[in-house]
């Protein structure tokens, strides 16, 4: 009879020589650095409820050890917690024959872990080693720097369509696609590579996209992606539509590719095998020649994306919606908020939306200027308390945070900037250029106010400093000229 103590002696002791104490014991080398990560699987969220024991516990240790490959170190050993509904000796023979495949082909021992009755989840923390004082990080990615991708994404995204019975298009493919998403090479030998190399890193996990937004975030910075760079797999690129293709390879995640940032003078050593696919830039955010309406996959959102429906004839991402160049009008247009966060359609340039968001704020402000002073500083703080919240409104409703279409912020920055200016050409052309550069390179506190303060306030304060910043230092050269 499987009952805990005797299920552990069963299935994982034989596995294992670490397996019997409360705590397993790892000797590290003199200098050398603990890497250790934790992930969960659960059935449903993170594999299809009818995978197989086999294809789960190897995923399982496979994805969690992708974090170490993430950080550039060597994977030493694993512990794995285990909550099954029944303790069926067939399915835990099968976990335990995934669980042997991962461990002998990552070449990891396994520690230990704990076996609970439950619904069917799976924790693996991981453990790795670093030279003293090295690891790969989020943070680090500095404007200027390549953005690369080992291998191809997208692949994960569109095995679960098939799994899903959505795909018939390739079904030459089909097994290609289910083994990425079953059996996805964690890249630890690539991170290793890259210490020394990269400047930041990132495993794909939430989606290209998503995870590149992890960097900038971590780092400060900014990243604009080309979409024409991606790799595709021969799978993706079977799909009719190129852009459906893209979309998936940016928002789909489950791939496991290391993401990373690289300093110029360093781009030459490069393993290959890995695609620039953009360049850090100033600012925040990811941006790419495709409006993407989501920034990948999130726990607890409201309607985690899911990446195709019927790809050969579109991506789901754009599917709910009219499209232009994958922008779902609907999206935007469907809401009046959203309407006005978007600058009444100027932050839907595809190129530079907040300059272009700004562009429109100069007219505008034209309207504005006839206003006596205090008439006019009454507009602005109406106009940016109304920006608070119509900017949280139309972020929540499309479920990213400041998307670089939203430019209601810019146009109240601009404005700010022109108080109490002189309303001609001279001044208008200088709080223009002075505005986009702080908003732009957001020195600090901008750069403070753009990274830790969330909500509608958080898309309108930085821009708001940036608009005061402007203000005065043109109200300086007005004061000594
Ligand atoms: N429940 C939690 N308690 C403590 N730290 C957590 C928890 N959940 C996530 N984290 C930490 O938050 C960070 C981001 O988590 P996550 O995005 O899941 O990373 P990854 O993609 O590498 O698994 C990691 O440093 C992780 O350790
Ligand atoms: C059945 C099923 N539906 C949807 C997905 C897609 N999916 C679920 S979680 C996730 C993101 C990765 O999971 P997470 O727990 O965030 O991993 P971490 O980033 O912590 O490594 C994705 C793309 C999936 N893997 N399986
Ligand atoms: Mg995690």
């Not at 993170?46 to 969690?64: C, G, L, M, N």
């Amino acid at each position: 009879m499987n009952t805990e103590f005797s299920l552990i002696d069963t299935w994982f002791a034989p596995l294992s020589d670490a397996i019997g104490d409360d705590c397993a014991l790892l000797d590290l080398a003199p200098g050398q650095r603990l890497a250790t990560s934790t992930d969960t699987l659960v059935a449903g969220v993170h594999f299809p409820p009818d995978a197989s024991a086999e294809q789960i516990s190897y995923r399982a240790v496979v994805t969690a050890l992708s974090d170490l490959a993430a950080a550039g170190a060597e994977p030493l050993a694993i512990a794995v917690a285990l909550t099954l509904p029944a303790p069926e000796s067939v399915w835990l023979e099968g976990f335990a024959a995934g669980l042997k495949d991962a461990l002998q082909s990552q070449g990891v021992r396994l520690l230990g872990g704990d076996t609970t009755s439950g619904p069917l989840t799976v924790t693996v923390q991981v453990f790795g080693a670093l030279p003293q004082g090295q690891g790969l990080q989020r943070s680090g990615a500095c404007a200027g720097d390549g953005v690369y991708l080992s291998g191809c994404t997208g692949d994960a995204a569109a095995a679960l369509t098939v799994m899903r019975g959505d795909w018939q298009g390739a079904p030459e493919h089909a097994d290609y696609l289910r083994q990425c998403f079953y059996r996805p090479q964690p890249r630890l030998q690539l991170g290793q590579q890259l210490l020394g190399i990269a400047s930041s890193a990132i495993d794909v996990s939430d989606g290209v996209v998503a995870d590149a937004g992890h960097i900038c975030r971590a780092s400060g910075v900014g990243m604009q992606l080309q979409e024409s760079a991606l790799p595709l797999s021969t799978a993706l690129e079977s799909l009719a539509d190129v852009t459906a293709a893209q979309i998936l390879a940016l928002t789909g995640g489950d791939d496991y590719q290391l993401l990373f940032t690289v300093a110029a003078d360093r781009e030459s050593q490069v393993p290959e095998g890995c695609t620039r696919i953009g360049e850090v830039i100033a600012g925040a955010g990811v941006s790419c020649g495709l409006e993407l309406p989501s920034g990948g996959y999130e726990h607890f959102a409201a309607a985690p994306p899911r990446p195709v429906d019927d790809p050969n004839v579109s991506c789901e991402v754009a599917t709910d919606a009219d499209t232009e160049d994958g922008l779902p009008l609907t999206g935007v247009f469907g809401s009046w908020s959203q309407f006005v966060a978007f600058g009444f359609g100027s932050g839907l340039a595809s190129k530079a939306p907040g300059t272009a968001g700004t562009a429109l704020a100069v007219p505008l402000y034209l309207l504005l200027a006839p206003l006596d002073l205090f008439a006019y500083s009454v507009f602005i703080v109406a106009a940016a308390i109304f920006g608070i919240w119509v900017c949280d409104v139309a972020s929540r409703e499309l479920d990213v945070h400041d998307h670089p279409g939203i430019v209601w912020d810019e146009f109240v920055g601009f404005w700010i900037a022109m108080w109490a200016l002189p309303a001609d050409w001279p001044w208008l052309l200088a709080a223009f250029v002075v505005f986009r550069f702080f908003d732009i390179l957001k020195p600090w506190p901008i750069s403070w106010c753009d990274r830790r303060v969330h909500g509608g306030l958080g898309i309108m304060l930085d821009d708001i400093v940036a608009g005061v910043f402007t203000c005065a230092l043109l109200h300086v050269v007005i004061l000594v000229s």
